[in-house]
């Protein structure tokens, strides 16, 4: 069982919190890229503006901060730049949320040093999650954050924010998310994985050497909304079996094991929470009778974003939830089940785990079965003495932005935290609010289609050891 990539000792990095304070560190940095910019994605928008209001730089034309743009215009003004986008080749249910015909308006509208594919080497019903952007080799940024339109937030997440629109000029929900910046070593580790992905999706071999400016300095050149003390950083990969190699469970693994090692704490931030793996891990710890009893807290979205995540997990998550919360209470264990919302529900778009304010992992990779199973995915951790002071102040941190209240850090110490939430959320004076398990009872129809959607939306089982015609299977696309 391997739980991590690489390990890379003594390493600068930070956090940053929500995609305002992302974007806006990535567009400094990339105004100072001398040989490359790597980005890998779910999702990317052309015209998302990187930086917006008072952050827009003056005298600079707000149209110059949009992503193609931007990049391309960094592009004209040094010819030796490399900018390298692959985005995921996305499915056809997604059609809807998406750019018409992106990669060809990006091949028409951008310098010939500037390049845009997509990778379709996923399963048929899996995506490429991974979610990086690497500059010059020297820093990269990875976590929950796409570059897309409907991403960006501050950490106030008031309901109605006049930056935060769509292309169309229509309002954007209030959206968290939780990114992770890395330097040195472990950077020219992420080239490494970028030059892997991009080979298996266009056929194309590249050289990381050729993308890497060398340094020696190795501080974080953007301020983090959050900083880390120098340690070890690990890098995690999630692939499904693709181009004739084993699939890769790293990031499943070290989450189950930091589960069944957890003595007093498991805070979780994620999207979705169905994943029959993260489930059994947690109710085997609950049930151990000689262990220590936990302080469990899953901070979640109020409901699925749309239909199509609401047939796919809806129900499934119901389930999961349901379980865990009654091998709680027959255990003794304190569980907290949680969403953010005052007049306006924040969507929870964050994928983090912190365990016993010592492990912290951050990422792309959701609790949920495709996360787990079908999907890439990309997180790195920290853990250890020297890092513990800092992961339980994150998660102080993160809960004062989510309770939108003014508590002393003490009041969110480990011992009793989930009471003290509780307290709060009866109250229902904060933005904390308590996650409804008993939704609704669905119609007949609705049943069927969850059942539907869960098989192929949210598999408990990958595909890997069947035979079959998808990419994964296939030789890469000669270009």
Known sequence: MALAWRVHPQTRSGILIDARDYYCEFYQLA???????????????????????????????????????????????????????LAWDYAIWFVLEREVLQKLSFALRTQPNFHFENDATVSQWGAHHQKLAIIDGQVAFLGSADICQDRWDTSAHVCVNPLRTSRSGNPCKPYHEVQAVVTGAAARSLVDLFCERWVDGTGEP?????????STDERIPCEATYPMPVGDVAIHRQFPHRLGR??????????????????????????????????????????????????????????????????????????????????????????????????????IHSK??????????????????????????????????????????????????????????????????????????????????????APEEPSVLMKLGQTIASAYGDPEHSPDSRPSPLPFDAPAPSR
């Open 352 to 437: 983090l785990m912190i365990v016993d304010d010592h492990r912290l992992t951050i990422g792309s990779a959701n609790l949920n079965n495709r996360s787990m199973t079908l999907d890439s995915e990309l997180n790195v951790s920290w853990s250890g003495d020297e890092v513990a002071e800092a992961i339980e102040g994150l998660r102080i941190r993160l809960l004062r932005e989510h309770i939108a209240l003014d508590v002393a850090p003490w009041f969110l110490a480990a011992k009793g935290l989930v009471a003290r939430l509780d307290a709060i959320a009866k109250k229902k004076e904060s933005r904390l609010q308590f996650h409804d398990l």
């Open 206 to 214: 590249l050289d990381p050497k050729d993308l890497i400016v060398p």
């Open 246 to 347: 084993p699939a890769v469970r790293e990031i499943t693994d070290l989450t189950v094991q930091w589960i069944r090692e957890a003595e007093r704490l498991i805070y979780i931030e994620t999207q979705y929470f169905t994943s029959r793996a993260i489930r059994d891990a947690l109710i085997e710890r609950m049930r151990e009778p000689e262990r220590s009893k936990l302080q469990i807290v899953l901070i979640l979205p109020q409901k699925p974003e749309a239909l199509k995540e609401e047939l796919a997990v809806g129900a499934t998550q119901a389930e999961v939830l349901d379980e865990i919360a009654r091998v709680a209470l027959e255990t003794g264990h304190d569980l907290g089940i949680y969403n953010v919302a005052e007049q306006m529900p924040v969507y």
């Open 31 to 85: 105004k100072r890229a001398r040989r490359s910019i790597l980005l890998l994605g779910w999702q990317f928008d052309s015209d998302v503006p990187l930086v917006r209001g008072k952050d827009v730089p003056p005298g600079v034309d707000p149209e110059s901060v949009e992503l193609l743009p931007f990049l391309d215009a960094l592009c004209a003004a040094n010819p030796n730049l490399d900018v390298r986008m």
